[in-house]
């Protein structure tokens, strides 16, 4: 039997701290519709949070996609910012560049990358300097 | 199946069917979404329900009751004790000590009294013997309030584990009470009975069926509003007011939203109040949001026990009183010694029953959801009699609603006919 799913589209808006979070809370309850283990759909919103704030603070927003299967949830980030220069750094525990009034924020702690990677089973960067970047995000589900 | 059992769940909020207008109003507050307008009645999903009582405090025709007990319960048992909220003293406008209270709950049929407040105090000494094991990462949740403990096993599974398995200062103070009771009048336990003056429905509920104990120490709940009338014409006939307040500062603050943290004393915390609110504070720590967060204190009514939906007196107002009944008193230190404090069983995840059992099924559900969302107005008028067009989708695709309860979709349709009709007018007449 071929596999049912589900696919969701979500435009995350330039600069606004405030509507930071309404993507991946949106699917945080798709998911518990759908029934999904409870630590699968914490792992998704954390990363796709993660992600969403990253995509506000550095990148002038952007869209997410996300598709949902029996067996995995694939979250794709695609925007048009800056790039990333090294990514091996970025990847680094405590590594920002996220400016003093982000900081302020609370945020910009340099966990953003690193939590991603902990909580999703795959997660490819695609990113070229001037273009954008493309994070792409794979959590399993293995109770299914 | 989890949401077949919580189809038998007891519940203490219920709607008076000949007194409901259909008008939404219950609805569109319901935290969890559990309320439905079908053929001009609010209909309770059960499972969903966690007897918040938003609905009670709402309802502008006063449908949503709560089933609880009353003053004949008493008659069953050979003494009977009052076990008196932290809250309940701030109802009384020319009230300025504790004690008169008391002493008037002894002329209006209660044998004995005893504060709810002293069993708080040994719920905090036992807090901060847990707080201080921190035996998990991340911050404890307080189990103080039934309605939100009720909420995180219905919605957030992953935050149980934080939630502090103790008893709440009612079932404490009713095992201090029943055993002061037996030493003083030598009766058998079951002779006794304590009965808890509620500002709440989930008190009710947390009495009749509890969810992490075996069986609850309190033989009865009556709502604080029951008992106002009669108090406070028994108050006028107080003559000598006795000595009965044995409570400290630390005990009646939990009256409050940050009560219970400030007797606890701790700096990094969360005092979070309001149903609403409290969803909210729950989505962000399970998103991990919240960095550095020892303790929250998480309250289901504004402004805490003061705010609840069976209290007479608005809660600011009752507040202020507590402050100013309290501020000559100790600290306040009970001691519960041989008490059972801590929950019997686990709660139990009790999530609301998925689209459907099968993932594939359920995600062809979700798909046809989302294409009926987007044909929907998304205005979330309520009209239809669910909470929002993404629940009036799902109601849908679960099979409890029709497309064509949308008035806007109806209006369309509508549209089209009359097109239609006026086309076939115009052949005719050919």
Same mark, same amino acid.
């Given at each position: 039997m071929a596999n049912s799913s589900v696919k969701l589209h979500y435009e995350v808006a330039?600069?606004?701290?405030?509507?930071?979070?309404?993507?991946?809370?949106?699917?945080?309850?798709?998911? %518990? *519709? /759908? #029934? @999904?283990?409870?630590?699968?759909?914490?792992?998704?919103?954390?990363?796709?949070?993660?992600?969403?704030?990253?995509?506000?603070?550095?990148?002038n927003g952007g869209h997410i996609d996300v598709e949902i299967t029996p067996d995995k949830i694939r979250m794709v980030h695609t925007d048009k910012g800056p790039g990333i220069k090294?990514?091996?750094?970025?990847?680094?525990?405590?590594?920002?560049?996220?400016?003093?009034?982000? %900081? *302020? /924020? #609370? @945020?910009?702690?340099?966990?953003?990358?690193?939590?991603?990677?902990?909580?999703?089973?795959?997660?490819?960067?695609?990113?070229?300097?001037?273009?954008?970047?493309?994070v792409d995000m794979t959590v399993y589900v293995n109770k299914f | 199946m989890a949401s077949e059992k919580r189809e038998l769940l007891y519940h203490s909020v219920c709607l008076e069917e000949g007194d409901c207008k259909g008008c939404t109003t219950c609805m569109r507050y319901c935290p969890t979404q559990a309320i439905r307008v079908q053929n001009g009645k609010a209909k309770i999903i059960r499972e969903k329900c966690i007897d918040c009582g938003e609905c009670v405090r709402r309802c502008p025709y006063h449908a949503k009751r709560v089933v609880s007990d009353n003053f004949y319960t008493l008659k069953s048992f050979k003494h009977n004790i009052a076990l008196?909220?932290?809250?309940?003293?701030?109802?009384?406008?020319?009230?300025?000590?504790?004690?008169?209270?008391?002493?008037?709950?002894?002329k209006i049929g209660f044998d004995d009294v005893f504060e709810v407040a002293r069993g708080a105090e040994v719920i905090t000494a036992?807090?901060?013997?847990?707080?201080?094991?921190?035996?998990?990462?991340?911050?404890?949740?307080?189990?103080?309030?039934?309605?939100?403990?009720r909420l995180i096993a219905v919605k957030f599974p992953s935050l149980s584990d934080m939630v502090i398995p103790l008893t709440s200062p009612m079932e404490a103070a009713a095992q201090m009470a029943r055993r002061e009771a037996m030493e003083k009048t030598g009766l058998e336990d079951d002779e006794i009975g304590v009965f808890f003056i509620s500002p709440c429905p989930a008190k009710v509920t947390a009495v009749k069926q509890p969810l992490a104990l075996d069986k609850s120490s309190v033989s009865g709940?009556?709502?604080?509003?029951?008992?106002?009338?009669?108090?406070?014409?028994?108050?006028?006939?107080?003559d000598k007011i006795e000595k009965l307040s044995v409570s400290g500062k630390d005990g009646i603050r939990w009256a409050r939203s940050g009560g219970e943290t400030e007797a606890l004393g701790i700096k990094n915390y969360i005092a979070v109040d309001g149903i609403h609110n409290v969803i909210k504070m729950l989505e962000e720590l399970e998103d991990e949001k919240l960095n550095?967060?020892?303790?929250?204190?998480?309250?289901?009514?504004?402004?805490?026990?003061?705010?609840?939906?069976?209290?007479?007196?608005n809660e600011f107002v009752a507040n202020s009183r507590i402050r100013n009944l309290t501020e000559h008193l100790e600290k306040g230190e009970a001691k519960g010694e041989n008490l059972s404090l801590m929950w019997d069983k686990k709660v139990e995840y009790e999530p609301f029953s998925p689209l459907d059992t099968d993932i594939n099924k359920a995600l062809t559900k979700m798909q046809q959801l989302e294409e009926i969302y987007a044909r929907l107005p998304q205005l979330d008028c309520g009209s239809c009699g669910s909470p929002s067009c993404r629940d009036f989708a799902e109601d849908i695709v679960r099979g409890k609603a029709q497309e064509r309860d949308c008035i806007f979709r109806l209006r369309e349709k509508i549209e089209v006919l009359a097109k239609e009709i006026e086309e076939l007018g115009k052949m005719i007449k050919e």
């Open positions: 330039d600069n606004d701290f405030t509507v930071a979070g309404e993507a991946s809370g949106a699917v945080k309850k798709v998911l %518990r *519709q /759908l #029934g @999904f283990p409870s630590d699968v759909i914490r792992r998704v919103a954390v990363s796709m949070y993660e992600c969403e704030i990253n995509m506000v603070i550095h990148a090294d990514i091996g750094q970025a990847m680094q525990k405590g590594f920002s560049t996220a400016n003093e009034e982000v %900081r *302020q /924020l #609370g @945020f910009g702690a340099g966990m953003g990358l690193p939590n991603m990677q902990r909580y999703t089973d795959e997660m490819k960067i695609t990113t070229e300097i001037g273009k954008g970047t493309v | 008196v909220a932290p809250a309940f003293c701030g109802q009384f406008s020319k009230v300025t000590n504790i004690d008169l209270i008391l002493t008037g709950l002894k036992k807090t901060k013997e847990i707080l201080a094991e921190k035996n998990h990462e991340g911050p404890y949740i307080s189990s103080a309030c039934p309605a939100v403990v709940v009556i709502p604080v509003k029951d008992v106002y009338m009669k108090l406070v014409h028994a108050l006028k006939s107080v550095n967060i020892e303790f929250i204190e998480a309250l289901a009514c504004t402004s805490g026990c003061t705010g609840g939906p069976l209290n007479v007196e």
